[in-house]
């Protein structure tokens, strides 16, 4: 018996074999779970989705467009799961943007506004829409994911707008988990270690962030994203029944070291 045998759920943010939210799949696949998936809108953001899910081993994915900045797309995607599964178990939010031109080191004093609103649009307020249109496909409860990174506890320079964006995001998980968990909805994140990913390189610096990972975590090393794919397996089955509006640093011990 697998730990996510007879489960289904929604997997957004993968945009290739390198996403974070990729190697969470696999590892949800491998418990046993069922995912289906969202992509950005257009033919080439769709094929590169699709190229990755189906490196996955999952001929004829379920995927659907998304813009996580359109309401109609979120409606469109929920709508459909409840249609065609009548509900899902879990829901993994693996979803961030901001214009890298404010993602250098020193200029995030310039960051103008609609690029503010953006960033915390697609990167944190996402993670609320999804939250509360999955109500309606977990009338059985479920676990909602969602991915953070250390810079939205600590300043982190170069992550900048993101940072702001991360601890927008944890916080509103944590509000998030306290409606929803008299539905049987939990709500956690997961802090994960860099990872070489798109959204990573957009991030002024992070050459130098793997080197100080390396160097200055406990363990002497940088994760890998299977790892955080476990650590997403104990979250969505229900091993962390008992846990909710929690954020599980998977960063190697980095964020329990001060200097
Ligand atoms: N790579 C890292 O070092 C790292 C570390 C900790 C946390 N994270 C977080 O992990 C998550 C996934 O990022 P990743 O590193 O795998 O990079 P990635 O570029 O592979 O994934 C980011 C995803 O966000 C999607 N996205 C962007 N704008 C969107 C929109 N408007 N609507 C819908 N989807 C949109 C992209 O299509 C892409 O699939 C993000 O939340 C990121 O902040 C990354």
């Known amino acids: 018996m697998k730990l996510l045998d007879g489960k289904r759920g929604v997997v957004f943010g993968i945009a ?35 190229l990755a899910v189906e490196e996955l081993g999952v001929r004829h994915p379920w995927m659907m467009p998304c813009d996580v900045q359109k309401d109609e797309d979120l ?12 509900k899902i178990d879990f829901l993994v939010h693996s979803v ?40 309606d496909v977990m009338p059985d409860g479920g676990s909602i994911l969602a991915m953070s990174y250390y810079g939205g506890e600590k300043v982190i320079p170069g992550y900048n707008i993101m940072g702001i964006a991360k601890a927008a995001l944890e916080h509103t998980a944590r509000y998030l988990a306290l409606e929803l968990g008299r539905k049987k909805i939990r709500v956690n994140t997961i802090s994960g ?26 363990l002497g090393r940088n994760i890998e994203g299977e790892e955080v794919g476990n650590t997403a397996v104990f979250l969505l089955s229900d091993q962390s029944s008992a846990i909710t509006g929690e954020n599980i640093h998977v960063d190697c011990g980095y964020s329990t070291i001060g200097v």
């Open 193 to 218: 270690g860099p990872l070489r990913t798109l959204a990573a390189s957009a991030v002024g610096g992070i050459s130098a962030v793997f080197d100080h990972y390396k160097h200055k975590s406990p």
């Open 75 to 86: 409606d469109a995607v929920f709508g459909r799961l409840k249609q065609d599964f009548g």
């Open 16 to 50: 290739n074999d390198r996403s974070y939210a990729w190697c969470i799949s696999r590892q949800l696949m491998d418990q046993g779970a069922k995912c289906v998936f969202t992509h950005l809108p257009g033919a080439k953001m769709e094929h590169r989705t699709r």
């Open 96 to 135: 961030a943007f901001a214009d890298r031109r404010f993602l250098e080191i020193g200029n995030f004093h310039t960051t103008p506004r609609a690029v503010w609103n953006q960033a915390l649009d697609i990167s944190a307020y996402s993670l609320l829409a999804m939250g509360q249109r999955a109500i």
